[in-house]
């Protein structure tokens, strides 16, 4: 009998696992129409993902957690602006990376947006609500910092 409590247990805890795995978009107009569709901002993640330091260290920290799961299925859509050196990447997806680090005037990594996008014109058009990078103190820290940027939306 304790056999079968330890083996319902664990698929539920797999499953519980399972359920907070994130998608992360890509592709910035398939993550605009999520957003917009769902009424969420998007949190645009650039990142050096091969070669930066404290963007490994904040997916460890931050982006990892079942904390940031929770928080980010509820409030964001999730965007990744990759910029590798030793990972290969298709040339429509490193222009459309280059023209958004471009657009948001990014001068360092890791650097998060948090962004609201319409199409205009056949190109998209951004409002930017915030911005924020590494932050110490784990996920709650981070979040905290994330949470006061969204209020301002």
Known sequence: MKKTYLIIAFVLGSLAVQSQELVWQTDIKKAMEISNKTQKPMLLFFTGSDWCGWCIRLQKEVLKTPE???WAKKNVVL??????????????LRNQNAGLQQAFGIQGYPTVWFATAKMKEGRPSFTGIGSTGYVAG?????LG???GILKNK
């Open 68 to 70: 940031f799961a929770v």
């Open 79 to 92: 965007v990744e602006l990759d910029f590798p050196r030793r990972t290969p990447q298709s040339d429509e």
């Open 138 to 142: 784990g996920p709650s820290a981070w």
């Open 145 to 147: 910092v994330a949470d």
